[in-house]
């Protein structure tokens, strides 16, 4: 079974409320949800939906294909009609659209009843969930852990109300409900909280705004530094303080902003400190579109920052994946004394989806941090020429009489300013052969799909949800085909794809950028082309059906 | 060899007669005289002659890139409060590319010691305008002299509402000790923007011309006042007072988070992942 859930209206009219609401009561009643937000760059107004999508079995992407439209609007039946399924349901209340087959209810009538306007999608949900059968305890649970006092019992009221409205028309069971329901940007932060990160700041841009939202949330119980600044500049820079002082430190934000961290990125090459920092796409160039979905920083992420040094990227798949390939990132920032870049994207960082509870006991935290026995002679060598590149790094104000300098400029071991062309060299090697270690760590992509496949999917990040869909749809009909989809994504690990290449006849890149960056970088770092490429910028993220109907058209 | 002392292998690349080396006597004496040691201390600083201190004064040090002295060293206080933080740079470092950190910074008061090595010209790169330059004063770029209004760095701070202002002059070294040894231990942010005469680039703001005119604030100043503290910060031309301008208490920010006033600093923190498993309440 499955079913997939329409809540369209103006910004401002409340969806995220309701999505809220609605996500959570169906996961409590035991099901994997999906939720997709579509929502414009303004403040009210303008048309915003929120698509809830639950089965029985795991869910890893959105649809396109309604089951029920709950509108608010007018508008939102109007663009949203030609999704419905032939025996999909239009609710929404009585003043809006005269249109006959549409299911007019009392909504706004009930809110009225209750003195309170805001709870009349509260209603709502009370028809939808009586739709399914679905008890309304667990709504009214919800309810109590989201709002309290007076509001929540008016909420009650309407949801109860709104029961009334309707009749059943599928019957659904409850399961028992083990899951969580998450996003990509909680989960950003969740990964960094779990790791220990102490010290997170940033300037709000859109999507990345809800890692520094959630970081703030919890900066007091976990005792965590959190920092609005004054713009992107101060805020790599400040992180970077922080780290050289000793705590673990990131920051983050969206393709523009991150455009302005890139001068303190080649810094922190060069002073090899280590910080982890998010760059959560949006599409661009400048300020393209604020609250929409690309893939389209790669190419500027492995390469941000003058001149040569060695950083890490990782692109992260689904929320799960998020969590733990953040922890990660901190321990390698530290171990190699290197930034770790992390990629999310729009669709990602808002698409909440049900997810089995992150097992806190897999973090692992390793700081890599020396004391006085770092100390060789009489003074401490912040840049110490090593064989693996990596030098004992102190703290400062850690050990008596030691100071920690650290430079800019090109310097000698001290970390003293040189115009030394031998120790140029030496320093330039030191810092390229962490490279080396570098690579011992990278995961190879994971791989989905039919074993040694006849076509093979080479993808990126959040499209992983959509191309699983896709390639398990193609599977069951006997398209022997497969996915790797890459996380660690800079260096590049390509051991994977040399192993199955050979046996490919047709290899197909898909993203959410126009040049098929990945692609690219294939050619670049294994030699291999793609014989195909499916790409979409638009701004909006790829379903699995959309790739399914894409690969049928396009490639198979 | 004092603690402060480096073995250093080159000399300082500063020019013989910078005022660069009398703040620098006049750190290590401040330092001393408050009994700190060369651990216990951290200079953060920009890009420019002034910012090269660091290296020239053993004390930790992070000297990262061109205006950006402030942010790190925010950073660093945040996350060991311990640690005694200064900031050293240039006029142009601070209050040009710097300019947005530099209010931002008063804003949050935050413990910091900022020491602008203030000549009123771009030495390293050989002799432009600063923000501090005189209007109609002729540099290497600006042939038909500087056609901007100069920013009043401390005239600004006042405006923004830092709790400490002052202004030191290089060639006088025990008053600028002492306006270092106050900066140090003030609680939030402590401004001390110090006329430092560049020998090779700007004829005019010569240490001649500033002994001249430079004075000290009388011993009846009251630096409580912030009006008679405006006065006096925009006092510059045939008498220039130097001394606090305006001295008054405020809350420091990391005071203003439970958390970082009642415990131990942020680097000294046990970590463990499960800590944080709580926070799956929210999503169940």
Known sequence: ?556 | MTKYEYKLYDKPAWCPGCGNYMIRTALKQALEELGLEPHQVVISSGIGQAAKMPHYIKVNGFNGLHGRALPPAIGIKLANKDLKVIVESGDGDSYGEGGNHFIHTIRYNIDIAHFVHDNQIYGLTKGQASPTTAMGQHTTLQFDGVKAEPLNPVALALTMGAGFVARGFSGDIPHLVNLMKEAIMYKGYALVDIFQPCVVWNKVNTFAWYKQRVYHLPDDYDYTNRKEAMKKAMEFGDKIPIGILYKVEKEPYEDRFDFIKNGPPLVDRELNPKDAEKLLRDFV
């Open chain 1, 1 to 556: 079974m499955e079913y997939n859930i329409l809540i369209g209206g103006e910004a401002g009219q409340g969806m995220d409320t309701i999505g809220n609401l609605l996500e959570k009561t169906l996961k409590r009643c035991g099901f994997y949800v999906f939720t997709y937000k579509d929502y414009m760059s303004r403040i009210r107004g303008g048309h915003n939906f929120n698509q809830v999508r639950f089965s029985d079995k795991p869910l890893y992407t959105h649809s396109p294909d309604l089951d029920i439209i709950f509108a608010l609007n007018e508008e939102t039946i109007n663009l949203h009609n030609s999704r419905l399924k032939q025996d999909g349901i239009i609710i929404c209340d009585n003043d809006i659209a005269k249109v006959k087959e549409v299911m007019h209810l009392p909504l706004v009538e009930t809110s009225k009843k209750v003195q309170d306007m805001r709870v009349y999608t509260t209603a709502g949900l009370g028809a939808i969930l009586k739709i399914f059968g679905l008890p309304l305890d667990i709504a009214e649970g919800v309810i109590r852990d989201e709002f309290s006092g007076k509001i929540a019992e008016t909420n009650i009221q309407a949801v109860r109300a709104g029961y009334e409205m309707i009749g059943v028309r599928h019957k659904l069971e409850t399961r028992e409900d083990k899951n969580i329901i998450i996003n990509g940007n909680q989960a950003v932060a969740m990964g960094a909280i779990a790791a220990g990160c102490k010290f997170y700041c940033g300037y709000p841009m859109t999507p990345s705004s809800g890692v520094l939202t959630f970081m703030a949330s919890k900066s007091d119980e976990m005792g965590i530094m959190v920092q609005q600044v004054e713009d992107e500049v101060a805020a790599l820079n400040m992180a970077l303080g922080a780290s050289y002082a000793g705590v673990r430190a990131m920051t983050g934000s969206s393709g523009g902003g991150f455009a302005l961290m890139v001068e303190a990125l080649s810094l922190a090459g060069m002073i090899e400190t280590p910080v982890v920092v998010i760059d959560v796409q949006r599409p661009a160039p400048a300020t393209g579109f604020p609250t929409r979905t690309e893939q389209a920083d790669l190419r500027f992420l492995i390469h941000a920052g003058h001149g040569e040094f060695p950083r890490m990227v990782i692109a992260l798949r689904d929320p799960e994946d998020a969590f733990y390939q953040t922890a990660r990132a901190f321990n390698i920032a530290e171990k190699y004394q290197i930034p770790v870049l992390l990629m999310s994207d729009e669709y990602l960082s808002d698409y909440t989806v049900t997810i089995k509870p992150y097992d806190f006991g897999k973090v692992k935290i390793e700081r890599y941090i020396s004391g006085p026995e770092a100390v060789e002679g009489e003074e401490y060598k912040r840049f110490k020429i090593t064989e693996s590149g990596v030098s004992p790094r102190i703290l400062p104000g850690k050990v008596e009489g030691q100071v920690v300098l650290v430079d800019s400029d090109e310097h000698d071991e001290w970390g003293h300013i040189t115009e030394s062309a031998e120790m140029r060299v030496a320093m330039v090697d030191k810092r390229m052969r962490k490279l080396e270690g570098l690579r011992q760590e990278i995961e190879e992509p994971w791989f989905i799909g039919k074993e040694n496949p006849e076509n093979l999917i080479v993808c990126w990040g959040s499209t992983y949800g959509a191309v699983r869909e896709a390639v398990e749809r193609l599977n069951g009909e006997g398209v022997s085909i497969g996915a790797l989809v890459y996380g660690d994504i800079w260096p590049l690990p390509t051991k994977r794809l040399m192993e199955l290449y050979p046996k490919v006849q047709k290899l197909i890149d898909i993203e959410q950028n126009a040049t098929g960056q990945l692609d690219s970088l294939i050619k670049e770092k294994a030699l291999i082309r793609c014989s195909h490429k499916i790409l979409k910028y638009d701004g909006r993220a790829f379903s699995g059906v959309e790739i399914y109907n894409r690969l049928k058209e396009e490639v198979l």
